[in-house]
């Protein structure tokens, strides 16, 4: 938010650029007063990337998948858990969304980060976790974590055998992305330029190389995909956090 009002106030000469994650589109929703309008005061350059939080579960729950996992939440309602790399985190509202869109009561745990929630969830504190890919890469390989599902719209290119949750819940999409945007009085013409140029790096060996590391997709987009894009993730998000009450303040 620092960061963001920051780059709001700059002058908009293509020289001060944001680089924004899913929670850009989530925060209008979380806080009652923000010190930027995020409709208002940005012009979107590109979408640089989306990937999938990964549905995680401790071996010993019977739940394989999606489905299965439904259906034993819905069984026992309050009882089952899922952690999170923290309140209001991209990882929880794909939990706040899963739970939403398949009308299920499972407990919600936050945490300061990933790695005491992959330390609790392989010790059996808590029953699932929505988590950043690289983060339960390691401990899925040992087989103290299983893979449930990934949140994103389609497989991910880099583990293209896990199922998506919107395969057993339509129209479900929980993916995590990032891009960039300049201040909203920035000249049409930089913004073509700085498209442009974003462009040609997502095009790259190199870049394409270097996201199939983390776990995520290439995604690029124009000016007005992305300003789509943003504003529809605005809505789902917003209404996802009036119907939860998860607010950051």
Excluded: C
């Excluded at 009085?185 to 997502?202: F, G, Q, V, Y």
């Amino acid at each position: 938010i620092v960061g963001t009002e920051a780059v709001a106030k700059s002058k908009a000469d293509g020289y001060s650029l944001l680089v924004v994650s899913s929670s850009h589109a989530m925060n209008p929703a979380m806080y009652s007063k923000l010190p930027y309008d995020t409709a208002r005061d940005f012009v979107p350059v590109s979408l640089l990337l989306s990937g999938p939080t990964l549905v995680v579960a401790h071996p010993s729950l019977p739940a394989k998948n999606a489905r299965e996992l439904i259906a034993l939440a819905k069984a026992k309602p309050g009882v089952l858990t899922f952690a999170s790399a923290g309140h209001g985190t991209p990882p929880h509202m794909a939990g706040e969304l899963f739970k939403s869109l398949a009308k299920i009561d499972i407990l919600h745990i936050p945490y300061k980060g990933n790695a005491l929630a992959i330390t609790d969830l392989m010790g059996g504190q808590i029953t699932t976790m929505f988590s950043d890919a690289l983060p339960a890469m390691q401990a899925m390989k040992t087989g103290k974590l299983r893979a449930i599902a990934v949140t994103s719209a389609k497989r991910s290119q880099a583990m293209p055998e896990l199922p998506t949750i919107g395969e057993t819940l339509k129209g479900y999409d929980a993916s995590t992305w990032y891009g960039v945007l300049a201040p909203a009085k920035t000249p049409r013409a930089i913004i073509d330029k700085l498209n442009s140029e974003a462009m040609k790096a997502i095009a790259s060996p190199y870049y394409r190389e270097r996201l199939n590391i983390l776990i995520a997709d290439v995604a690029g987009s124009t000016p007005k995909e992305f300003a789509a894009y943003i504003r529809s993730e605005y809505d789902k998000y917003g209404q996802v956090i009036k119907a939860t009450g998860a607010r950051a303040d």
